[in-house]
């Protein structure tokens, strides 16, 4: 056989490589530089996914942990690619319905950002409707654009940490775009899915945690407290609370509910909270919780408890003190019984 009449078997050409490479450098970037900054002012990313993280938790509350986690680590990516990346096949409809599915998505940052986004997409589609290649790399750029914007709102902190997130974003926009031109939209789907997959697994950890119940108990009163994810508005802040009932629920932080009981412990002691001005100083060990506080004597034992929940890590107190002359008026340091705590 003779080799010179066989014809070798050509390769697809790969389109716009530069957007797999740049794509990938943002997004090694973005996420080196959000490291470095964290390193050095790690309070300014507290909270950075909080707007994010509070839609997640209300949909838990409302429709259980694992729809949500579907959700999240398949449908959503899904359909994002569906909207995002419709176009990446090079058809004029499929162009088309991407950008009226991208406007859509945009109307998370206002329905003007979504009428803008429109008529840019339609604008494209229009002018470059006979140039396929123009039209898919005009496309990649501006669909990336917009999914990095549809995505500002799930951050929250000051302007650096946000662009950060946003850039981000458009540098997966890319490689995401990449890959659809140069393959199809099932593998942007698998990265998205990967990518959120893995986001979503410290989402499933945190929410195994929440099932734990501490309780603190002994002759005087029995503390159950279990971290929270959502508000409860069945549950709320009573100004009644530890006034007269031995059962009580309470929301909130560790430190508000010591702090009721620090005030009910004043009165008892003939101190007036509010003319005196006390203060107590507290360090959260847990942010969100539902409390519930069942007294078996009385009088109500306010000071055991809060000297219960101290020992029991779940706040650290220095001092109870009058903010006018600094005087301490509440002493913690004393001794108590022996109490018993349990997780289950």
Request: aromatic residues 14%; contains cysteine; neutral net charge.
């Amino acid at each position: 056989m003779n080799n010179e009449n066989v014809i070798a078997p050509s390769r697809k050409p790969r389109h716009f490589r530069w957007a797999l490479w740049w794509g990938l450098g943002i997004i090694v970037t973005s996420l080196a530089a959000l490291v470095v900054y964290a390193i050095i002012n790690p309070s300014a990313i507290e909270g950075m996914n909080a707007p994010l993280m509070k839609a997640v938790y209300s949909m838990i509350s409302r429709f259980g942990i694992w729809p949500v986690i579907i959700y999240m680590g398949l449908v959503g990516p899904v359909l994002e690619e569906l909207s995002f990346r419709l176009w990446g096949n090079g058809k004029n409809w499929t162009g088309v319905v991407s950008v009226i599915l991208m406007a859509l998505w945009c109307l998370t940052i206002g329905w003007w950002f979504s009428l803008l986004a429109l008529c840019v997409g339609i604008a494209i589609l229009m002018a470059l409707k006979e140039d396929r290649y123009k039209r898919l790399f005009v496309l990649m750029l501006f669909s990336s654009v917009l999914f990095a914007v549809a995505h500002m709102g799930n951050y929250d902190g000051n302007w650096f940490v946000v662009w950060i997130g946003v850039i981000h974003k458009l540098g997966f926009g890319l490689l995401a775009s990449y890959l659809v031109v140069n393959h199809n939209i099932l593998w942007s789907m698998g990265l998205h899915v990967i990518n959120n997959s893995i986001v979503t697994l410290p989402l499933v950890l945190t929410i195994g945690q929440s099932s734990t119940v501490e309780t603190i108990y002994n002759d005087n009163f029995c503390l159950e407290v279990r971290p929270v994810l959502v508000h409860n508005d069945s549950i709320s802040e009573d100004k009644s609370f530890f006034a007269d009932a031995d059962t009580n629920y309470f929301f909130g932080n560790t430190s508000s509910f010591a702090g009721q009981a620090w005030i009910y412990e004043a009165w008892q002691k003939g101190i007036d909270p509010d003319g005196d001005s006390v203060n107590i100083v507290t360090d959260n060990a847990y942010p969100n919780c539902s409390f519930k506080l069942v007294y078996k004597t009385q009088p109500y034992d306010h000071h055991g408890l809060i000297v219960a929940m101290e020992k029991a890590g779940m706040i650290k107190i220095d001092t109870i003190y009058n903010e006018t002359d600094k005087k301490t008026v509440l002493d913690i340091k004393s001794t108590y019984d022996p109490f018993q705590i349990s997780k289950r």
